[in-house]
C-alpha cells in the first residue's frame, strides 16, 4: 500500500515538474511587446501662417519655440550653413542661423510662396500661385527667376535626384494629381491622376520604386470630409503609396489627422510626417513610419502642451501646422541661442502639464 502511494506521489512530482518547465517555457516564448526604435536629432516645426516655430527634440519629445515674427508657410533647413529659410504667403523669405541665433529681416521675394524644395545646388524652387510660376531662388546672391509655369491648385513641390536627372514633382490639391517634371528639360514625365484626396506634399521613397503622396483628407468632391473638418465620420489623413509608372496606388498608411509633409531619412529606413489636427483638433503630431514595414511606431506631439506651458490658447481650439525640417545631426544644445527659453518638459518635477504653475 505504501508502496503504491508512493508510486502515485512520484507520478504526480513529475507531473507538475513537467507542467512548470512548459509554463516556463511558454512564457520565455512570449514576446515582451515592441518597442521603437530611439530616435536623435531636432526637428523644426513650421506653425501653418504662424510666426514661430515648434522646435521638437527627437530623443525625448521635449518642446522648444523659435520666434520668428512672420507668417511662414514653408520652411527649408540649409546645410552646412545651419540655416532655416522660412518662406510666407504673401511672399517673403526670412532666413535664421541656428548656431548664432541671428535672424535676418523678411526679404519680399514673389507675391505669394506655396511651396518650396532646395537642391543639392543650394537653390531653392518656390511655387508661386498668385502668378502661376515656379522660381528659383539662389540665396547666396538673392537672384530671383522664373523657371516653368505650374497648373492651377498645384503648390506642394518636392525634387529627387534620379538616373535621368533631377525629378521635380508637384501636388494639386484640388485636381488630386501630381506632376512628375525633369528640371533639366522641363520635360513632362508624367501626370499621375486620382493620387487622393486634399495632398499635399508628394515624393518618391528612396528605392525610387514609389510616391509617398501626403494625403490631408480635408475635402472630397468639395464637401468636409476629414478630421476637424466633417462634424461625423471624419477621415484620417495617411499615405498613399503610388507607382510612378502605372500611378496605381499601392498601399495606404493611416497616420490620422490632416497629413502634410513627408521627409525621409538619411539611410531610408524610416519617414518623418506631420499632421495637423491629430488625432483630432486641438494637436499637432511628427509622426515616423518604418519605411519597409510601412508601419507608424512613434508619434510626436508639437502644440498642446507648450501652449498650456505658456498659458496661450491654441487659435479656435485647432493646431495647425505647414511644413517642416528635420537635422539628424544636431543637438538641442546647439539651438540655444535662437530658442526663447530652454527646452519644455512636463517631466522636470513630475507634474502633470495641466497645472504648468508647479513646475519651476
Known amino acids: 500500500m505504501r508502496r503504491e502511494i508512493f508510486k502515485l506521489f512520484c507520478a504526480l512530482s513529475i507531473l507538475v515538474l513537467l507542467s512548470s518547465t512548459l509554463s516556463c517555457s511558454r512564457q520565455a516564448e512570449e514576446p515582451q511587446g515592441f518597442r521603437p526604435p530611439t530616435f536623435s536629432g531636432v526637428a523644426f516645426v513650421q506653425v501653418s501662417e504662424g510666426d514661430h516655430i515648434s522646435v521638437l527634440n527627437l530623443a525625448n519629445g521635449e518642446l522648444a519655440r523659435i520666434k520668428t515674427n512672420i507668417n511662414g508657410k514653408s520652411l527649408l533647413l540649409k546645410k552646412p550653413e545651419n540655416k532655416l529659410f522660412i518662406f510666407s504667403n504673401d511672399g517673403k523669405v526670412k532666413t535664421v542661423d541656428i548656431s548664432t541665433g541671428d535672424q535676418s529681416p523678411p526679404r519680399r521675394i514673389t507675391s505669394a510662396s506655396c511651396g518650396a524644395s532646395i537642391l543639392s545646388s543650394g537653390e531653392i524652387l518656390v511655387t508661386d500661385t498668385s502668378k502661376g510660376v515656379v522660381l528659383r531662388y539662389i540665396p547666396s546672391d538673392g537672384e530671383i527667376s522664373r523657371l516653368m509655369p505650374i497648373q492651377k491648385g498645384e503648390c506642394y513641390i518636392s525634387t529627387t535626384r534620379r538616373e535621368d536627372g533631377t525629378h521635380i514633382v508637384l501636388s494639386n490639391e484640388k485636381a488630386q494629381s501630381l506632376r512628375i517634371i525633369r528640371l533639366e528639360d522641363l520635360t513632362i514625365i508624367k501626370k499621375l491622376e486620382g493620387v487622393g484626396n486634399s495632398i499635399h506634399q508628394a515624393v518618391y521613397d528612396p528605392s525610387g520604386s514609389g510616391i509617398w503622396v501626403s494625403e490631408g483628407n480635408e475635402f472630397k468632391n468639395g464637401k468636409p470630409y476629414g478630421v476637424g473638418f466633417a462634424k461625423t465620420e471624419a477621415a484620417p489623413g495617411g499615405v498613399n503609396i503610388i507607382n510612378p509608372t502605372s500611378g496605381a496606388m499601392e498601399d495606404h498608411i493611416i497616420v490620422g489627422g490632416n497629413l502634410i509633409q513627408i521627409i525621409f531619412s538619411e539611410d531610408g529606413r524610416y519617414a518623418y510626417t506631420i499632421s495637423s489636427q491629430m488625432p483630432e483638433y486641438d494637436e499637432a503630431t511628427l509622426t515616423v513610419i518604418d519605411v519597409n514595414s510601412r508601419r507608424v511606431i512613434k508619434n510626436y506631439a508639437l502644440c498642446k502642451s507648450c501652449h498650456i506651458w505658456k498659458g496661450v490658447e491654441l487659435p479656435e481650439g485647432k493646431a495647425f501646422v505647414s511644413s517642416f525640417a528635420i537635422d539628424e545631426g ?29 513646475v519651476d
Not at 541661442?337 to 502639464?353: A, L, N, W, Y
Open 330 to 358: 544636431g543637438k538641442p544644445d546647439e539651438v540655444s541661442k535662437v530658442v526663447e527659453e530652454p527646452f519644455f518638459s512636463s517631466q522636470k518635477t513630475g507634474d502633470s502639464i495641466i497645472n504648468p504653475k508647479t
